[in-house]
């Protein structure tokens, strides 16, 4: 059987560049597989059912909650947010890493369900730098980079609750240390309880042939 | 001023392999530094002043202690072994990362007064191998090699107590291990607190703009 796969958990303002560098991370290496939530708020344009999220009913949302389907799920602005459990559980058993992006409440959820998994938050090298990525965009009207700000001010709270801070200066260096982040996690004490138990009775037998 | 370099405690098994990958990742690597340790033991033949150890009288060490000048210290069969403070700390505040080659006492002291460091515990893939290890050395009588995996099934006792336990399979593998692992640490929430600062003040700035 594949050791267990990590489950990381990846945070960010809006505008650090997360979805560029989680693309160029799965096209990079081949050992993650990437969460999709599902939601209960309504598709923007150019979002797609079952690449961004999982877009389902009020009530087929609560039917996942009633049958324990999600592994957190939390509610912001009037919408449910989830991750659906059997594609985490399956993959992490096949060995694969899995990546959520995900909001810091669901994050601090699946800290509590998972003590294992490591939360990592990819912050702008600056704030103005931030901003200008924002305004770079020039597709959001200067009261919508506001309100992201504003997000990102509330959202900078929690930042310590994470276990890393990636900055993403480039994205190539970010995909480097997000990859380094995750890689070492295999190495963690705590998810090597089975290679130190063979190693102490291994020792035993040894010791005292 | 350079951010502050990762302090590294690499421990493991005698036989494990642990000086050929240290020298492996000194070669291969530019940003570590090796600390080496004061000891009152004798030097064994091979064995260079300055080079593995600072070979040192009982009275100099006792005053290295009343001086403070070790970071930690601790007796074991009859000797002194310590780590000198200056080496250790001009380094790490220079941005390099030092790497302490240590038994078990030593990375729990350090682990006391450097909640940040990392300690990594390197092991052999099996302990069949590491059987084979000690005996391909061809130095070592079997009553050695018995002490030395009696003394590793003690030391077995303390894996739990390490960050990371490391296996060493292939030298190359194992050098990309440690290497991954101590560069993680750089991104680590506790050791970015002005990074984190920083960021909610500029935050705060624009907000309020």
Not at 15 to 44: C, F
Not at 51 to 59: G, I, K, N
Not at 157 to 162: A, F, I
């Amino acid at each position: 059987m594949a050791k267990q796969g990590v489950l990381a958990v990846v945070s960010g303002f809006s505008g650090a560049g997360k979805g560029t560098v989680m693309k160029a991370l799965m096209e990079k290496y081949d050992n993650y597989s990437l969460s999709i939530s599902a939601t209960t708020r309504d598709p923007r344009p150019g979002e797609e059912h079952g690449r961004e999220y999982f877009f389902v009913s009020e009530a087929e949302f609560e039917r996942m909650i009633a049958s324990d389907a999600l592994i957190e799920y939390t509610r912001y602005v009037n919408h449910y947010y989830g991750t659906p459990r059997a594609y985490v559980e399956s993959q992490m058993a096949e060995g694969r890493d899995v990546i959520l992006e995900i909001e810091i409440q669901g994050a601090l959820n699946i800290r509590k369900k998972f003590p294992e998994a490591v939360l990592i938050f990819v912050v702008p090298p600056t704030i103005e730098e931030l901003k200008r990525r924002l305004l770079g965009r020039g597709t959001e009207t200067p009261e919508v980079i506001e309100k992201r700000l504003k997000r990102a001010y509330e959202e900078s709270d929690g930042m310590e609750l994470y276990d890393y801070i990636v900055v993403n200066d480039t994205v190539d260096e970010c995909v480097e240390r997000l990859h380094g982040i995750i890689c070492a996690q295999h190495e963690k004490t705590a998810v090597n309880g089975e290679l130190i138990a063979r190693m102490k009775k291994e020792l035993k037998e040894m010791t005292e042939q």
